[in-house]
């Protein structure tokens, strides 16, 4: 259960060709999911995917799947830094201090929408949805897009391709660890 919500929604960022996805994950209906998490981060950690809860409450979770190496290098690009600073992130050094930052701004009562630097969205897009909401938007897919519409739309097309690609693998058997830990 738990393997098939990450392949639909973070497909992208088990393969490596996004940064990170989200996906809520409500705790009823996956029975063991903090071991389900533990399991699969001792499964998919060596080839850099790691599953992280950044934010709880009594009825769901919020899970950040990642590749560390690539969210690191995306969140330390230049316009991602400067975004990343004005939100308050100018003492993080590694990831993990980026992480828990997002983690105490997501307890806050006004949402942190440079969560988008997390998950790859381009830095002028984020900066269009805080500053004009649907104002200029000229695509919606992953996230709303101002500029570059064509270049999203085939992220979004390969997005969808790698979901498909793994779910069709969950389907035949295979497991996560499977999928992306041979070699």
């Keep these: 259960m738990l393997e098939t919500l990450l392949a639909k929604h973070c497909g992208p960022a088990l393969a490596g060709i996004k940064p990170g996805n989200l996906v809520t994950c409500i705790k009823n209906e996956i029975p063991n999911l903090k071991s389900d998490i533990l399991r699969l981060n001792s ?12 934010c709880e409450c009594d009825r769901s979770i919020l899970l950040l799947v990642y590749r560390r190496k690539l969210l690191g290098e995306y969140l330390n690009s230049s316009e991602i830094f400067t975004l990343l600073k004005k ?11 980026y992480i828990e930052r997002l983690k105490t701004r997501l307890n806050n009562s006004e949402f942190p929408h440079e969560i988008g630097a ?5 830095a002028h897009d984020i900066y269009g949805f ?16 101002y500029r570059d519409a064509d270049k999203a739309a085939e992220l979004f097309r390969r997005y969808k391709c790698c979901r498909c690609a793994i779910l069709k693998r969950l389907a035949q058997g295979k ?8 070699a």
């Design 43 to 54: 499964e998919l950690n060596r080839k850099d995917i790691y599953i992280e809860a950044i």
């Design 87 to 97: 939100c308050g992130y100018n003492k993080c050094k590694s990831i993990e201090d």
């Design 118 to 122: 997390f998950l790859g969205y381009p």
């Design 130 to 145: 805080v500053h004009h909401r649907d104002e200029g938007c000229l695509l919606v897919g992953e996230w709303r897009v």
């Design 175 to 182: 497991t996560l660890a499977q999928i992306f830990c041979v």
